[in-house]
């Protein structure tokens, strides 16, 4: 069976393909047949696709941010040029999608039909940024490949377990019962990275209290206690929490009501300036890519220096929360683009948590080792990366959907 796995970003567009075997499921994550990554954040106006088969890498530059034909020619290499793995995409079994936001309706794997993807659509004003992007995988997949099984994979399905308490906003309970709470968002990752940080450790994930940090140029933190959910900081849509490479994160509600009366903007006009040009990109002016703040940051632009020192504060006071919530810290995991890679705000982070007794080792954090600990064999708290594997998290679910089906129940 070949899994053809699209996980959308809200600057990116991640896919690869899967081939599995016989009737159970490794115990570790197979390589991928093909890798492919469209960046958009990198150039205007344009994608870096990057390529990998067997160790083989090709990079070259897309002349479009048309995601559709992004999607359409990241395909191609399956079938055409040097990273080839395919004679025709007909080979291709089912397709899995990562969607951001599912409502409440939605708490496994599922099989998108009409009123699915109706469902996605309805939940865009929630999730602007990213359910646009599933739609338009989705729909580009349809045109190629037909009528082969097309399954969502939620991330919001992992953050059900948070108790009501959290979950529901201090409003009326009327604006309650129409659906406004919190959802929760990255639970794809957030799933997995707690499991693999109990697999790294060799513990029980139940006996674990666990902050996981997906930081990428979009970033939640989630508390998970006896493996599952209890808070995180995205709520009813992905812009609450953490400020972000173009999002703002949390923000006085009143910010809006006093740009409506004495600015005149509409509410679409806010909603695209909170979710596509505020955070790093708003503050410095410069981009939404931590690495081009910190460029500029060691430039001495004044700009990149204070979105760098608000970005660490506001990372430091959700995360306290977070442990709140847990009541303790027993591990703190990093994932994803910024948390795997960048060691100087792991570093930062970590430095105000000291008086719980944490204490990195500087030499492995700096060394950004995969699937590691980094924290000093003395800290009381584990310090951990993950190289999350939200496309291998979202292929089992998909080959347990296929599983279930029986013989001839796959369309």
């Known amino acids: 069976m070949k899994f053809l796995i699209l996980n959308a970003g809200s600057s990116s567009q991640k896919s690869c393909l899967y081939e599995l075997t016989g009737d159970r499921l490794p115990e570790t994550a197979p390589e991928p047949l093909w890798e492919a990554f469209i960046d958009w954040t990198v150039l205007q106006d344009q994608g870096e696709l990057t390529v990998r088969t067997s160790g083989q890498k090709q990079v070259k530059t897309l002349e479009t941010n048309d995601r559709r034909l992004g999607i359409s020619k990241m395909l191609e290499t399956l079938i055409t040029g040097e990273n080839a793995v395919l004679e025709s995409l007909e080979e291709i079994d089912l397709v899995g999608h990562r969607v951001v936001h599912g409502g409440t309706d939605y708490a496994k794997a599922t099989l998108i039909t009409p009123k699915v993807k109706q469902a996605i659509a309805d939940l865009i004003p929630l999730a602007p940024a990213h359910n646009p992007a599933h739609l338009e995988g989705i729909e580009t ?136 040009k505020s955070g790093l990109l708003g503050v410095s002016g410069r981009s939404a890519d931590l690495r081009t703040i910190l460029q500029g940051k060691a430039e001495g632009d004044p700009q990149a220096q204070l979105a760098y020192a608000m970005y660490i504060h506001r990372f430091r006071r959700c995360l306290g929360a977070m442990v709140a919530s847990l009541e303790g810290l027993d591990t703190l995991v990093f994932t994803a683009g910024v948390g795997e890679n960048a060691a100087t705000v792991r570093a930062d982070v970590c430095q105000a948590f000291q008086f719980l007794g944490l204490k990195l080792d500087a030499e492995l954090n700096d060394r950004s080792p995969r699937n590691a600990v980094i924290s000093h064999p003395g800290s009381l708290v584990k310090v951990v990366i993950v190289h999350t594997e939200e496309d291998w998290a979202i292929a089992q679910d998909c080959w347990h959907w296929w599983h279930s089906q029986g013989p001839g129940k796959k369309t």
């Not at 409003?171 to 693999?196: D, M, N, V």
């Not at 206690?225 to 972000?244: A, H, Y």
Request: include cysteine; charge should be neutral.
């Open 141 to 276: 997949i349809g045109e190629l490949l037909e009528d082969i099984p097309q399954i969502a994979v939620f991330d919001t399905a992992f953050h059900r377990t948070i108790p009501t308490a959290s979950a529901q906003y201090p409003i009326p309970q009327a604006w309650t019962e129409l659906g406004i709470r919190r959802y929760g968002f990255h639970g794809t990752s957030h799933k997995y990275c707690a499991q693999k940080t109990a697999d790294i450790l060799g513990k029980p994930l139940t006996e674990l209290k666990l902050i996981t940090c997906h930081i990428g140029n979009g970033a939640s933190l989630t508390a998970i206690r006896n493996g599952v959910s209890i808070d995180t900081t995205m709520g009813f849509t992905p812009l609450e929490g953490l400020m972000m490479g173009a999002r703002s994160g949390s923000i006085d509600p009143a910010i809006v009501l006093f740009l409506q009366q004495t600015q005149g903007l509409t509410p679409a006009e806010i909603n695209a300036t909170l979710n596509k």
